[in-house]
Structures are given as C-alpha cells and as structure tokens.
C-alpha cells in the first residue's frame, strides 16, 4: 500500500511546537516579529504574502505587512529593508520574490541583516548551510526534510535524486541531504533542465524531490519501485473549475502512486511545512535576537 503523506498533519504538530515557542517568548516579554514586504500586484505573491500573515496571527507572532508599488524606484524597498534592519521588534524579514526587474535580487538579499534572514537566502546564511552550521535553513527544503522525519524515512546511505536546481528549492535541497547526521548522509544527485536521460536518474532514487516547475513531468515510468517521492512542484493548469485553474505538482500523482512506497500529494503535501519553517525561522530570529532560549526540534 501506497502512504499518502498527509502535509497539512505534519505541519500541525510543528505549528504546536513553534507556538509553544512563541509562548516562551512572549512570557519572557519578547513577543516574535515577522515583517513581510510585498513590492508587486501579482495575484500568485499576494496570496502567499496573505497566507503568511494569517499563520503569524494564528501563532502570536507580530505580522508587520509593508507594501511597495512595483513602480517605485529600487532605494524604496532597499531603505525600507534597512529599517526593518534597525527595528527591534522585528526579528524576520522575508521580501516576497519576485521583485520588479528594475530591482537587483542580490542587492536585496544581501541588504537583509543575516540574523533576520528567516528565509536563509544571504549569502551569509547559504555559506553557512553548505557549511553544515546552517543559521536558517530555507524553509521549503527544509519541510521536505520533516516531512521524511515525521514518516520515518531515513536518508542515511540512500540514494536521493533532485530535480531543480534552484537557489531556493533545488540547491539547498541537495545540500541539506549531503549535510552529516540526521536527515542527511544520503548520496544526492541533482537534475536540472540540461540533464541527459533525466528518467535513467530519477529511477535510481531512494527518494525522489521533485522541483522544476514543470506540470506533471516525473511519471510513474521515472519512479523506481518503493521509493518516497516528495512533489514540491505548484503548477497552475487551465481547468474547468470556478477560477479556470487547478494546482498540480511535478508529478502525475496517479502513475506514480502505483510506484512508490510514499508520496507527497499537491496541494496538501510540502506546501503547509513551507509555511510552519517560515514560523518556526521565525521564532527562532526572536529566540536568537533577545537570548530567550526555546525548545525548538
Ligand atoms: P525554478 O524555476 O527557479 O527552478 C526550476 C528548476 O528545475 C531549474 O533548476 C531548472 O533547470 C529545472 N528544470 C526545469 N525544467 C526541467 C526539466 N524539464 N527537466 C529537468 N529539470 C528541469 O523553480 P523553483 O525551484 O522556484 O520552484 C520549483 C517548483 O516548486 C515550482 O513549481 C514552484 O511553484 C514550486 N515551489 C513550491 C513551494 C512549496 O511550498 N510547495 C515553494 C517553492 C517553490 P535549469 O536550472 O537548468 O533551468
């Protein structure tokens, strides 16, 4: 039998861990501060932005929502990230990306303190993940890692092939399954858009990530018998329902099921952790920022 991994379960119990968390801190006079800065009127990044402060309303954290129009100059943002910088009572720090083009990402990742860089995109905070000493982990790869915890799928010695390469899904990824020690110690491989033959890898892999962004490309012919697959994908397609739009991951779920021994669904699988790890970087800012120790696991 197939096990459907249920997300939204696992992202419960972090959620109760993190607001335990969050009762610490607040007893200890800290209350955590989360400040999410939205330059753009893309439907996609409002939702995700909007979705972010309703988890902080519901676990104690302080939301401070900042709003930038898409149209001003990229010094609005950059001095709005400095006094964000310089606010106490904000301990995270996360711009919704994508930025406008006139806007250079590196500048604004690099403009972010590192200690309130939740989502662990600094380049302080990336040299710091291959390091094996990670601050933040980012939040997605770092889901999947609970996510395999919570189902009892050990990493160690296995095969893992990811597929995606980028900056915040793909490369940390890799990184945090070839870190030493729990969760890690698995022999990674890492597929991207010029990869020959992606379905000889992908069907060597213990565990399978997927995370291209590519509708529906890993079928069940690509999955090795038993292996856990983990579907980060949200793919929008034309669908005849009230919005005209379904969300699909990375891989077609039905073929795949028949294959392997787990599997993330979408949406309901790594989504919801998304999310909890943005809360729980969070807290941990705050924990880290005012010396008030937490019992984060
Ligand atoms: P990017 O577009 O930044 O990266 C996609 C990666 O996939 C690239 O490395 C690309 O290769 C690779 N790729 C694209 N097409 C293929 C292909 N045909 N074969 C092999 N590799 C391919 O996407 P993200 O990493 O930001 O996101 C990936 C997916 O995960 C998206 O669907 C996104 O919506 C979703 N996502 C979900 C989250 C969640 O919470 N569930 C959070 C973040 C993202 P190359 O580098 O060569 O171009």
């Given at each position: 039998m197939t096990r459907i991994i249920d997300g939204n379960e696992i992202a419960d119990e972090i959620r109760a861990d993190v607001k335990a968390s969050v009762e610490t801190l607040t007893d200890a006079g800290v209350q955590p501060g989360l400040a999410t800065v939205l330059m753009s009127e893309d439907g996609a990044s409002e939702t995700y932005v909007s979705m972010k402060q309703e988890a902080c309303e519901e676990l104690g954290i302080a939301g401070h929502h900042h709003e930038i129009g898409?149209?001003?100059?990229?010094d609005a943002l950059f001095d709005r990230i400095d006094e964000l910088n310089a606010?106490?009572?904000?301990h995270g720090i996360l711009v919704q990306?994508?930025?406008?083009?006139?806007?250079?990402k590196a500048t604004v990742l690099e403009r972010i303190d590192p200690e309130k860089d939740v989502d662990g995109f600094h380049p302080e905070n990336v040299g710091r993940l291959v390091a094996g000493n990670a601050r933040y982990k980012p939040c997605t790869p770092h889901g999947v890692q609970k996510i395999l915890a919570a189902e009892g799928i050990d990493t160690e010695g296995k095969d893992a092939v990811v597929v995606g390469r980028s900056d915040i899904v793909g490369k940390p990824m890799a990184n945090l399954l070839i870190q030493y020690g729990d969760g890690g110690n698995a022999t990674t491989t890492v597929c991207h858009s010029?990869?020959?033959?992606l379905a000889e890898k992908t069907r060597q892999a213990d565990i399978l990530v997927a995370?291209?962004?590519?509708?529906?490309?890993?079928d069940g012919e690509m999955v090795k018998e038993g292996a856990t697959v983990i579907d980060v994908g949200v793919n929008r397609v034309d669908a005849d329902t009230e919005k005209g739009y379904e969300l699909v991951g990375d891989v077609e779920f039905d073929s795949a099921k028949e294959k392997a021994s787990a599997i993330t669904p979408v949406p309901g699988g790594v989504g919801p952790l998304t999310i909890a790890m943005l809360m729980y970087n969070t807290v941990k800012a705050a924990s880290v920022q005012s010396g008030v120790a937490v019992d984060l696991p």
């Amino acid at each position: 039998m197939t096990r459907i991994i249920d997300g939204n379960e696992i992202a419960d119990e972090i959620r109760a861990d993190v607001k335990a968390s969050v009762e610490t801190l607040t007893d200890a006079g800290v209350q955590p501060g989360l400040a999410t800065v939205l330059m753009s009127e893309d439907g996609a990044s409002e939702t995700y932005v909007s979705m972010k402060q309703e988890a902080c309303e519901e676990l104690g954290i302080a939301g401070h929502h900042h709003e930038i129009g898409p149209d001003e100059p990229a010094d609005a943002l950059f001095d709005r990230i400095d006094e964000l910088n310089a606010d106490p009572s904000v301990h995270g720090i996360l711009v919704q990306m994508p930025v406008p083009s006139h806007v250079d990402k590196a500048t604004v990742l690099e403009r972010i303190d590192p200690e309130k860089d939740v989502d662990g995109f600094h380049p302080e905070n990336v040299g710091r993940l291959v390091a094996g000493n990670a601050r933040y982990k980012p939040c997605t790869p770092h889901g999947v890692q609970k996510i395999l915890a919570a189902e009892g799928i050990d990493t160690e010695g296995k095969d893992a092939v990811v597929v995606g390469r980028s900056d915040i899904v793909g490369k940390p990824m890799a990184n945090l399954l070839i870190q030493y020690g729990d969760g890690g110690n698995a022999t990674t491989t890492v597929c991207h858009s010029r990869t020959e033959d992606l379905a000889e890898k992908t069907r060597q892999a213990d565990i399978l990530v997927a995370a291209a962004g590519v509708p529906e490309m890993i079928d069940g012919e690509m999955v090795k018998e038993g292996a856990t697959v983990i579907d980060v994908g949200v793919n929008r397609v034309d669908a005849d329902t009230e919005k005209g739009y379904e969300l699909v991951g990375d891989v077609e779920f039905d073929s795949a099921k028949e294959k392997a021994s787990a599997i993330t669904p979408v949406p309901g699988g790594v989504g919801p952790l998304t999310i909890a790890m943005l809360m729980y970087n969070t807290v941990k800012a705050a924990s880290v920022q005012s010396g008030v120790a937490v019992d984060l696991p």
